[in-house]
T-cell receptor
Framework: GAGVSQSPRYKVTKRGQDVALRCDPI?????LYWYRQALGQGPEFLTY????????KSGLPNDRFSAERPEGSISTLTIQRTEQRDSAMYRC???????????FGPGTRLLVL | AQKVTQAQTEISVVEKEDVTLDCVYE???????LFWYKQPPSGELVFLIR??????QNEISGRYSWNFQKSTSSFNFTITASQVVDSAVYFC???????????????FGPGTRLSVLP
């Protein structure tokens, strides 16, 4: 595709439900990153993949958050037992390789009621 | 630890004025990369520029210019003859080469909200 795509664009869920956020990176991009952006702040790193390998997940807030990229392309960020504090914009980015420019998707705005 | 500071939280200018957005970074590495991204009201993050630590040449792209000074650890962004469409939040970001195995090598500053008034 022409750019990074994410789905859904908006997600409203009730506290305690699980949600899965999808990211489809730019074709050929090896590295894929997940960020969370609170209103009025810069993106905050969550985790990243090189091909299918999750290289660093130190930014994940707790064990309710997980991510996978089984075939080295599409990635899913899953939040289990959502809480209101999980409400934020979740952004995905991809790059040709590490340290290369990251191109961001439109984000998924998550609202936990 | 790496850190990016954008001291200006909000700036307002009148159209056609020049405006400079400041970015100061901290790193212990000699090889690193600096970025600027624009986030317009629509919300997407748009890449503007990438600079490596070995290239201190200033860059100009249309009305945009960037001043990289290693001596002061700054990578400032100037918009000349600002326009209403320049209104956005601008983020400066830093990536360290030695942290290449860790995703946290990409750190964003808090952003500067620029409002260009007609």
């Amino acid at each position: 595709g022409a750019g990074v795509s994410q789905s859904p664009r908006y997600k409203v869920t009730k506290r305690g439900q699980d949600v899965a956020l999808r990211c489809d990176p730019i074709s050929g991009h090896v590295s894929l990153y997940w960020y969370r952006q609170a209103l009025g702040q810069g993106p905050e790193f969550l985790t990243y993949f090189n091909y299918e390998a999750q290289q660093d997940k130190s930014g994940l807030p707790n064990d309710r958050f997980s991510a996978e990229r089984p075939e080295g392309s599409i990635s899913t960020l899953t939040i289990q037992r959502t809480e209101q504090r999980d409400s934020a914009m979740y952004r995905c980015a991809s790059s040709l390789a590490l340290l290369e420019t990251q191109y961001f998707g439109p984000g998924t705005r998550l609202l936990v009621l | 630890a790496q850190k990016v500071t954008q001291a200006q939280t909000e700036i307002s200018v009148v159209e056609k004025e020049d405006v400079t957005l400041d970015c100061v970074y901290e790193t212990r590495d000699t090889t690193y990369y600096l970025f600027w991204y624009k986030q317009p009201p629509s919300g997407e993050l748009v890449f503007l520029i990438r600079r490596n630590s070995f290239d201190e040449q200033n860059e100009i792209s249309g009305r945009y210019s960037w001043n990289f000074q290693k001596s002061t650890s700054s990578f400032n962004f100037t918009i000349t003859a600002s326009q209403v469409v320049d209104s956005a939040v601008y983020f400066c970001a830093l990536s360290e080469a030695r942290n290449v195995n860790y995703g946290q090598n990409f750190v964003f500053g808090p952003g500067t909200r620029l409002s260009v008034l007609p």
